[in-house]
Nanobody, 114 residues
Framework: VQVVESGGGLVQAGESLRLSCAAS????????WGWYRQAPGKQRELVAR???????LYGDSVKGRFTISRDSAKDTVYLQMESLKPDDTAFYYC?????????WGQGTQVTVSS
């Protein structure tokens, strides 16, 4: 499974952004699709996750502001981010988790200015 992220950029606090994760390969093997982020000097953390049934899980810091979704016909996972804050500044990574393999993309930078 290969994943490629896009949609990052520089925005001001309060604005919105939508990230996309285009997947290819044996995507039927993926159990969870997730978005993670890593800020300088910090550990990578879960932002949001969606499983094959459409059940979602969000990190506490983004609940109510971010929405993860998947278009199975396009094999694309989205992260809609609203009310962005400077603390949301990080490199965002898409992940497709199989039973025994984690598939990561190269990431996309999101920078939120105050």
């Amino acid at each position: 499974v290969q994943v490629v992220e896009s949609g990052g950029g520089l925005v001001q606090a309060g604005e919105s952004l939508r990230l996309s994760c285009a997947a290819s390969g044996s995507t039927f093997r993926v159990i969870y699709w997730g978005w993670y982020r890593q800020a300088p000097g910090k550990q990578r953390e879960l932002v949001a996750r969606i499983d094959t049934h459409g059940d979602t899980l969000y990190g506490d810091s983004v609940k109510g502001r971010f929405t993860i979704s998947r278009d199975s016909a396009k094999d694309t996972v989205y992260l809609q981010m609203e009310s962005l804050k400077p603390d949301d500044t990080a490199f965002y990574y898409c992940n497709g988790r199989e039973r025994s393999t984690n598939n990561w993309g190269q990431g996309t930078q999101v920078t939120v200015s105050s």
